[in-house]
């Protein structure tokens, strides 16, 4: 059977991909841009509007990160507003499960899910640093084991609370004096594990979906087992074809031992564009675009995070370092994940290119990071994008424009009526959906059901 | 003497009405309480009377009378979170401020910065806050991380209780300073796009906030960048000397429950005592300029037309209700132009403004947009549309500098 594409519209984020010099950038917190957007993601019949989070500014070398688009809003705040000026798209907020209570995020989600008519996704990270943690009462340190037991356990503290109330709790009848039913469960719930111990009773009524959708956003072998035994979905960087076939296979292959079906996790990578109205229109976008991206003062600052150390000193457009990083050294990059697991190699590696290709610093690192992921006319990236879901490389993408606000306008336009030709997107929203209908997810699962084959299989 | 300055009115919306059987009266919509189009209709009602502002309640907890939670299956229990409900409406309004209820106890004053902040960029400059103390076992239980001792009407005087109450409004006086320090942490400048240097931002203008108090400590600065007022304004319901002080440290306006004109004489010269004890009187206000608390008095309102109309609805409601409803503040059932009376009367205490509680939805908030405000309007007592586009502008409260900007008062 013909598999249907899932796309995802992400507001971009605050690193080098956002372009901000070009005359098109438009403001990064003005409410607009964020509803531009979501408009553009409606109009193009996506699946879902995507949020980032970051709860710490950036630094490198003790310093505030300044070279990048930088200053977001607050992500459930913000959805709630996009609610109101959208009617179908689903609503994705990154939500760290390290800096929150299970009660305020399940309050939170359920609330979005009913302001939304059941449109909220909860993509849950878990990346806790003593840095990111300096902002917050709660902010210790898990190591990174405990840190996906604590976040399943979360997961599965908020689907308890999404539960408590029953179904049909409300009946809101005044002419027996009922607003709710007797009897009926309205909101009792207990939760003890060992990171945990809540009870009481939950504020917010059953919500449309009952679980908002829950994405995992991870590519470590821990964050894949996270998704296949507590997420719907899972947002991935494996956006190329090789890479997504075998991730695809690893992650979908992990499902049956929690009784799942393949088509029950959905695999999303996250993917950047260039369109052209000839492939070599495209190339020149491309190129010029990824110029924007690594300014002279990025590309020296993308060399320090190998090198981790001060090369201020040296010209973007002259030769690399002659010698090697320092891999004893203490990490000059706060608020970010470690991008570089031998950095010496990686090093060597570039220098050994920069010398063959006869590559300035800034020449190099626009060569070696972030390529676009699709570069082509509508046509070959509508092709490319379905062979990736019809090969199981993937089931869809989430698109990140380099430009606020305007940056899917033409993916939308050009793309989507592509992709609806051949018979793979959808050409309308079906109305009285929540975004799990439309999704294929089916109705909730059940908490029970998902704590029973979680802790069952990791007993076994 | 006359009243020259201007008369403000706001609304406080909670679930179908304050009485606990309004959702049962005709015209209610108790189907639809946690739907967004429920709220975004009454905060276009509230806004076409040109009314200030609108506040959202909420709490931590189950809706309770009486000892036990959720008890009454003849009572509207449940809510939705108030400051997304504030952010779902803004979109749909464009005037009329919005002021949503956020805990301070158990949650993360970081959060609630970016949240409020965020508030103000989606309303364009119309968000406010009123923080609020959550200070039962039960709410605690919710988070499992700190016990806290029972509380009943009748022990909130026992020395142990007072204490831990006192306790809790420091910790929202931390948590309202860690917030507007936040606010303040990205000058309004901050965001520069200078190509030439390749900076999008000036980080000289972002600024570490180093709070460190006795409950948390906050580095900074905020992800979000300085909020369209600067520091969206902050509003606190207060009915003793506690709430009175955190009020004059914390906060733009406060909401207090006179029961009667002369008792809003007392009340108003015990919260000028509490900014002169906590040092606010004669100078800088927290954050917010150097103006003094606005005093606003609650009332329960029920309104109708004919001459006792209204409080035979009431009776109506208690008798559906099984109970005559009381609540933290006075109670008035009357016609439009009684209301009016009791209003421009009562101000002459020196109240800046009055809190309508709506005792049922939509009705009374209707009355209040259709009646009571032309009422006032024939007297000259009330504004003939918005004027201003922020809420800040609105309550005549200038827009503050970052307090890190050099040269900052």
């Known amino acids: 059977m013909t598999k249907q594409v899932i796309l995802g519209a992400h507001f971009p984020g605050v690193n080098n991909h956002t372009v901000w010099s070009d005359p098109e950038a438009g403001s990064q917190i003005a409410f607009s841009s964020f509803a531009h957007l979501a408009r553009t993601a409606e109009a193009g019949l996506f699946d879902f509007f995507f949020l980032a989070e970051g709860l710490r500014l950036r630094e490198q070398r003790g310093k505030i990160h300044d070279l990048d688009v930088v200053g977001r809003p607050n992500t459930m705040t ?54 990111t943690g300096e902002n917050f009462r709660h902010g210790g340190y898990l190591d990174r084991g405990d840190r996906y037991v604590r976040a399943a356990e979360f997961v599965q503290a908020t689907r308890e609370l999404w539960e408590s109330w029953d179904g049909d709790a409300i009946v809101a009848d005044p002419a027996r004096g009922e607003f709710s039913r007797p009897g009926a469960r309205r909101g009792r719930f207990e939760y003890r594990t060992e990171n945990f111990g809540i009870s009481g009773n939950f504020t917010v009524p059953r919500s449309p979906q009952v679980h908002p959708v829950i994405l995992q956003a991870g590519d470590s072998d821990g964050g894949r087992e996270f998704a296949a035994h507590s997420a719907d979905g899972i947002f991935t960087r494996h956006s190329t074809y090789d890479a997504g076939r075998a991730f695809y296979a690893d992650v979908k292959s992990r499902l049956a031992r929690y009784g799942r079906s393949p088509d029950s996790l959905k695999v999303l990578p996250g993917a950047s564009f260039v369109l052209g109205d000839t492939p070599a229109d495209a190339e020149e976008r491309a190129r010029h675009i990824r110029r924007q991206q690594v ?41 970010r994940a470690r991008m570089y697991d031998d950095p010496v190699a990686v090093a060597r590696k570039w220098r050994a290119l920069a010398e063959e290709k006869s590559l300035s610093i800034r020449d190099l690192i626009i060569e070696v990071t972030g390529r676009q992921t699709f570069t082509g006319t509508p046509a070959s990236v509508a092709a490319e994008i379905n062979r990736s879901v019809q090969d199981d490389a993937c089931d869809g993408f989430i698109l990140v424009p380099h430009l606020i606000p305007a940056g899917l306008d033409e993916f939308a336009a050009t793309v989507v009526p592509l992709l609806q030709e051949r018979g793979v997107f959808r050409s309308s929203y079906e109305e009285g959906t929540t975004l799990r209908d439309r999704l294929g997810l089916g109705p909730a699962r059940p908490a029970a059901s998902w704590a029973a084959a979680r802790t069952e299989h990791v007993d076994a | ?69 959720g008890d009454r299956g003849d009572q509207v229990r449940g809510r939705l979170d108030a400051v997304l409900t504030a952010a779902r409406i803004a979109p749909h309004t464009t005037r009329i401020g919005l002021v949503p209820t956020a805990v301070t106890t158990h949650t993360e004053p970081f959060h609630l910065s970016t949240s409020i902040a965020t508030l103000d960029y989606v309303s364009e400059g119309r968000a406010g806050w009123r923080p609020r103390v959550a200070a039962s076992p039960e709410e605690a239980w919710h988070f499992g991380r700190r016990e806290f001792p029972p509380l009943t009407p009748e022990n909130v005087t026992d020395p142990a209780v007072a204490a831990h109450l006192s306790d809790l409004f420091d910790e929202a006086a931390d948590a309202v300073e860690v917030v507007r320090r936040l606010w303040d942490s990205w000058e309004d400048d901050a965001v520069i796009r200078d190509e030439p240097s390749g900076r999008f931002v000036d980080r000289d203008k972002l600024h570490y906030i180093d709070f460190d108090g006795r409950w948390f400590a906050v580095r900074g600065p905020s992800i979000t960048p300085r909020p369209p007022q600067g520091q969206p304004v902050v509003a606190s319901l207060a009915h003793a000397e506690v709430p009175y002080r955190f ?163």
């Not at chain 2, 076409?48 to 809706?63: K, M, N, P, V, Y």
């Not at chain 2, 209707?366 to 032309?374: D, K, S």
Request: charged fraction near 20%; hydrophobic fraction near 45%.
């Open chain 2, 247 to 409: 009020a004059a440290r914390a906060s733009d306006i406060v909401f207090v429950t006179p029961a009667s004109a002369g008792h809003a004489v007392t009340i108003v010269q015990e919260v000028r005592a509490a900014e002169l004890a906590v040092g606010r009187a004669g100078r800088a206000g927290p954050g917010s300029g150097a103006a003094p608390l606005a005093v606003y008095a609650d009332l329960v309102v029920f309104i109708d037309e004919a001459p006792g109309a209204a409080a035979a609805r009431k009776r109506r409601l208690d008798d559906l209700d099984g109970a005559e409803f009381a609540t933290d503040c006075a109670i008035v059932a009357g016609t439009p132009a009684e209301l009016a009376d009791l209003l421009l009367g009562w101000r002459q205490a020196g109240l800046d403004g009055f809190r309508l509680r709506p005792g049922a939805l939509p009705h009374d908030l209707e009355q209040i947009t259709r009646a009571l405000v032309p009422e006032l309007r024939r007297r000259g007592a009330f504004r003939s549309g918005y004027a201003e586009s922020t809420l800040r502008e609105r309550l005549a409260l200038p827009r503050p500098a970052s307090r890190y900007q050099i040269g900052a008062a």
């Open chain 1, 295 to 335: 300014s002279p003062q990025t590309a020296i600052l993308m060399l320090e995070q190998v090198w981790n150390t001060d090369l201020s000193s040296f010209d973007a457009e002259g030769p690399l370092p002659p010698f090697d990083p320092d891999p004893e050294a203490p990490s000059i990059i706060q608020g």
């Open chain 1, 78 to 131: 913000v959805l709630a507003a996009v609610a109101a000026v959208t009617e179908h798209l689903g609503l994705a907020g990154t939500i760290q499960a390290t800096y929150n209570e299970p009660y305020e995020i399940a309050r939170q989600f359920a609330t979005l899910d009913h302001l939304s008519g059941g449109r909220a996704v909860w993509n849950v990270v878990t990346s806790p640093d003593a840095f």
């Open chain 2, 1 to 69: 003497m006359p009243e020259t300055r201007e008369l403000h009115l706001a609304v406080a919306l909670d679930g179908a009405g304050w009485h606990p059987a309004a959702w049962r009266s005709p015209g209610a919509r108790p189907g639809e309480l946690f739907s967004a189009g429920y709220w975004a209709d009454l905060a276009r009602e509230a806004e076409a009377g040109a009314l200030d502002f609108l506040t959202i309640e909420d709490s931590l907890g189950l809706q309770r009378r009486g000892p036990r939670v």
